[in-house]
């Protein structure tokens, strides 16, 4: 059995929590949390909820630790601090700063001789693989990744962030022209404007100035002024009524020409339609903390990302059953 671990117990941790119960080979021992531990019953019965800081008394009890952190403040500082102790596996999922969080992770990885696998989910993530897949086999084209439709839990607390919102939930929703387009092979120029629209469901207090609301919401900078941005507002029990769920998806689409003249157009596409993206995200990383428990054992140590790991290290079948019923 792999012993996991998971440090948060959000959306993201009790998604782990659910999908370590679809493994046969995988076992949960141990939660840590910020919170008072003893305001945290499991789902899995006999698994003890311990405080975060106390996480390095446990690091001889636990084959992976998943982290269910956030991106933007608790992984960049999380993920060095517990590869000192254990293998570990986040989602660190801000694209731009990717290099720098592997650099980190493995200084830390690599000199207390542990595995570290960074930025796993489905994008990045399984979007990641089928970029790289979908380049090499196509050397000459052109790749697109759309987005949606699906909530975008970044974008909904930047509007909540504003004076007077009282919740809100944003969607990204892909293009259909442009998408098909791209599924035609005529690899088109897309701005990002042309790509994806945003869809806003708000809430707002009382007597709140919705035009200087709306307003705000589209000229903001790195989130809304780059697209058509539609604002609804809505009551309160609208919201919790249609918007509670956590949906997502999206395609990578990968068009080029193969012949001895360009003459054969080629589209490959892979799509996700999840009905929850924090359920989804959990159940890549329990399969590939199984990789990381292999790897580990056979003396991988420093940090590693979903391109560094074959696909036979995530499944719990064996070579022989793989090429049997896989290939």
């Given at each position: 059995?792999?012993?996991?671990?998971?440090?948060?117990?959000?959306?993201?941790?009790?998604?782990?929590?659910?999908?370590?119960a679809h493994n046969a080979d995988t076992?949960?021992?141990?939660?840590?949390?910020?919170?008072?531990?003893?305001?945290?019953?499991?789902?899995?019965?006999?698994?003890?909820?311990?405080?975060?800081?106390?996480?390095?008394?446990?690091?001889?009890?636990?084959?992976?630790?998943?982290?269910?952190?956030?991106?933007?403040?608790?992984?960049?500082?999380?993920?060095?601090?517990?590869?000192?102790?254990?293998?570990?596996?986040?989602?660190?999922?801000?694209?731009?700063?990717?290099?720098?969080?592997?650099?980190?992770?493995?200084?830390?990885?690599?000199?207390?001789?542990?595995?570290?696998?960074?930025?796993?989910?489905?994008?990045?993530?399984?979007?990641?693989?089928?970029?790289?897949?979908?380049?090499?086999?196509?050397?000459?084209?052109?790749?697109?990744?759309?987005?949606?439709?699906?909530?975008?839990?970044?974008?909904?607390?930047?509007?909540?962030?504003?004076?007077?919102?009282?919740?809100?939930?944003?969607?990204?929703?892909?293009?259909?022209?442009?998408?098909?387009?791209?599924?035609?092979?005529?690899?088109?120029?897309?701005?990002?404007?042309?790509?994806?629209?945003?869809?806003?469901?708000?809430?707002?207090?009382?007597?709140?100035?919705?035009?200087?609301?709306?307003?705000?919401?589209?000229?903001?900078?790195?989130?809304?002024?780059?697209?058509?941005?539609?604002?609804?507002?809505?009551?309160?029990?609208?919201?919790?009524?249609?918007?509670?769920?956590?949906?997502?998806?999206?395609?990578?689409?990968?068009?080029?020409?193969?012949?001895?003249?360009?003459?054969?157009?080629?589209?490959?596409?892979?799509?996700?339609?999840?009905?929850?993206?924090?359920?989804?995200?959990?159940?890549?990383?329990?399969?590939?903390?199984?990789?990381?428990?292999?790897?580990?054992?056979e003396g991988k140590t420093g940090c590693?990302?979903?391109?560094?790991?074959?696909?036979?290290?995530?499944?719990?079948?064996?070579?022989?059953?793989?090429?049997?019923?896989?290939?």
């Open positions: 059995m792999i012993r996991i671990g998971i440090l948060g117990y959000g959306n993201l941790g009790k998604g782990v929590e659910n999908a370590v076992q949960l021992v141990a939660i840590f949390t910020r919170r008072n531990p003893d305001s945290i019953t499991p789902i899995t019965k006999g698994v003890n909820v311990y405080k975060a800081e106390d996480i390095a008394n446990y690091k001889n009890d636990i084959d992976v630790l998943i982290l269910c952190g956030g991106s933007a403040t608790d992984l960049p500082k999380q993920t060095p601090e517990v590869a000192k102790y254990f293998n570990v596996i986040d989602s660190f999922d801000t694209h731009a700063n990717i290099p720098q969080h592997f650099q980190d992770v493995d200084n830390a990885a690599k000199q207390n001789n542990t595995l570290a696998l960074i930025s796993c989910g489905w994008d990045p993530g399984m979007f990641s693989l089928n970029r790289v897949y979908a380049e090499s086999v196509l050397p000459g084209g052109a790749t697109y990744t759309f987005w949606g439709k699906g909530v975008s839990q970044g974008h909904s607390d930047a509007i909540r962030r504003i004076k007077g919102v009282l919740d809100a939930r944003q969607y990204t929703v892909p293009v259909e022209s442009a998408l098909e387009a791209v599924r035609s092979g005529k690899n088109p120029q897309l701005t990002t404007r042309q790509k994806h629209t945003r869809e806003c469901f708000v809430v707002v207090e009382e007597g709140a100035d919705k035009a200087s609301i709306e307003k705000q919401i589209k000229e903001m900078p790195n989130y809304f002024a780059d697209y058509d941005t539609t604002v609804n507002f809505i009551s309160m029990e609208e919201l919790k009524e249609k918007h509670n769920g956590i949906p997502h998806g999206g395609f990578v689409i990968r068009s080029g020409q193969t012949g001895e003249h360009d003459e054969y157009n080629n589209v490959i596409e892979y799509s996700l339609k999840l009905d929850s993206n924090p359920a989804f995200t959990s159940s890549v990383l329990v399969a590939y903390a199984r990789a990381v428990y292999r790897m580990s054992k590693i990302t979903v391109l560094d790991v074959a696909p036979s290290y995530l499944s719990p079948l064996s070579g022989e059953e793989l090429r049997a019923k896989m290939l």
